[in-house]
């Protein structure tokens, strides 16, 4: 079973930043497809950006232009830099590992964002 903990979740102000992490080991980081997905109150679960073995990188088209994924191998880390923070991006927000984009994977227990004045 796969290990994943997101952290850098929290309360900030409409235009904000949050940088989010996903830590798991140098290896699952670097082997697997890598997303963050997020989960808003009645609302299903979204892709919102994904990271490749490759390092190959898509995005939703929501937040293109605003998020930026990442991954540092040598830390075993993922991260997501989320710039020009809206209301509507306020979810939950969970990191994914799979050997396959076509897999389901494992998760995080994800971490919230909420974004409000």
């Known amino acids: 079973q796969v290990q994943l903990v997101e952290s850098g979740g929290g309360l900030v102000q409409p235009g904000g930043s949050l940088r989010l992490s996903c830590a798991a080991s140098?290896?699952?980081?670097?082997?697997?497809?890598m997303g963050w997905y997020r989960q808003a109150p009645g609302k299903q679960r979204e892709l919102v950006a994904a990271i490749t073995p490759g390092g190959n990188t898509n995005y939703a088209d929501a937040v293109k232009g605003r998020f930026t994924v990442s991954r540092d191998n040598a830390k075993g880390t993922v991260y997501l830099q989320m710039n020009s923070l809206k209301p509507e991006d306020t979810a939950v927000y969970y990191c994914n590992a799979k050997p396959r984009a076509y897999m389901t994977g494992s998760w995080g227990r994800g971490t919230q964002v909420t974004v409000s004045s």
């Open positions: 140098a290896t699952i980081i670097s082997a697997n497809y």
